[in-house]
């Protein structure tokens, strides 16, 4: 009856967790519709103006929409349930959609570099600059608000997937902040110089961004460990639990899967316990883990602490 109990809590939590993950979909869907209406405004203010740097802050927005499918599609697949084939879940595809969009943010700055050296050669004047400033400003709070809603959201479902969203349309609000700065000077001391240094810097600054989201997606598919502090955590609980019950502990691995944590040791406790006792110390251990790190998948292998074999697999390859 406990163990029924057991697998009824287990496949609740999971049910929970399919559907929390696939109610982030419609973040994804705010990310598009934003993308879409910035992109809008800001095409319009660089064909107004002229404005390299306006037409800098468009392309990148263009990024952003690529992103945002992006992390649609993916995220519609993270939220699907483990399967014959994929047995551990596929949360993994969000590392997909992340590395996706560092790669586009790093091309579109290749790109806005290759604009700006062209008007930095040919230097323009900015027409109807009023105009073009307000609508840029008009397109820079709709990106902040949606990108404090996506980080917002990315942290608290721990979904990397809109956290590298959220992270880039703040990277497009502080770029269009920077070129709307500019093009003013622009407008004012008429420096026409000065437009496409402000679209340089804004692809150094974005080139910067997407290579730290290119390298968190290249982390995740490398099943990198937890962070340190989550570690830490980790090994309090297993103090606490090793004074309390004269048990001891290595082998401890963790590796991040998306939002799903999984996590691993090797219990070590007297050779004269019974099988019972045992499982109902790990199975304590497993809980109190999962009760801090909400998904996590704890997997401990009981080990007699007299036998000399049950150091032999300390590494992951076995002597």
Do not use: C
Request: no cysteine.
């Amino acid at each position: 009856m406990q163990q029924q109990s057991r697998s009824s809590d287990s496949h609740s939590q999971d049910s929970a967790r399919l559907r929390r993950r696939r109610a982030l979909v419609r973040f994804a869907w705010l990310s598009i519709a934003a993308s879409l209406l910035v992109i809008a405004l800001k095409t319009l203010a660089w064909w107004l103006t002229g404005s390299v740097g306006l037409l800098s802050d468009a392309a990148e927005s263009v990024v952003n929409l690529a992103g945002g499918i992006m992390a649609l599609v993916m995220l519609s697949i993270a939220a699907r349930p483990a399967d014959h084939d994929h047995q551990y879940g596929h949360d993994k595809a969000e590392y997909f959609s992340s590395g996706l969009e560092g790669a586009l943010i790093f091309l579109a700055s290749v790109g806005i570099i290759v604009v700006a050296v062209n008007r930095l050669l040919n230097p323009q004047p900015i027409e109807m600059p009023v105009v073009g400033l307000a609508l840029s400003a008009v397109a820079t709070l709709i990106n902040l608000a949606a990108a404090r809603v996506l980080l917002s959201a990315g942290r608290r479902e721990e979904s990397i997937t809109l956290e590298a969203d959220g992270h880039h349309l703040m990277t497009d609000v502080w770029t269009s902040v920077g070129v709307i700065g500019g093009v003013a000077l622009v407008a004012v001391t008429g420096w026409y110089i000065v437009d496409p240094l402000i679209a340089l810097l804004v692809a150094a600054n974005i080139s910067y961004t997407g290579w730290k989201v290119f390298m968190r997606s290249v982390n995740g598919l490398m099943d990198s460990a937890l962070d340190e502090h989550e570690i830490a955590e980790i090994q309090r609980i297993l103090d606490h639990y090793g004074r309390q019950h004269n048990v001891d502990f290595h082998a401890l691995r963790t590796r991040q899967s998306g939002a799903r944590r999984f996590i691993s040791m090797h219990v070590l406790m007297p050779g004269d316990w019974t099988v019972q006792r045992g499982h109902d110390v790990a199975d304590a251990i497993e809980n109190a883990i999962q009760d801090r790190f909400s998904g996590a998948s704890v997997i401990t292998h009981l080990e007699p602490v007299e036998d000399p074999r049950s150091y032999r697999d300390i590494s992951l390859d076995r002597d």
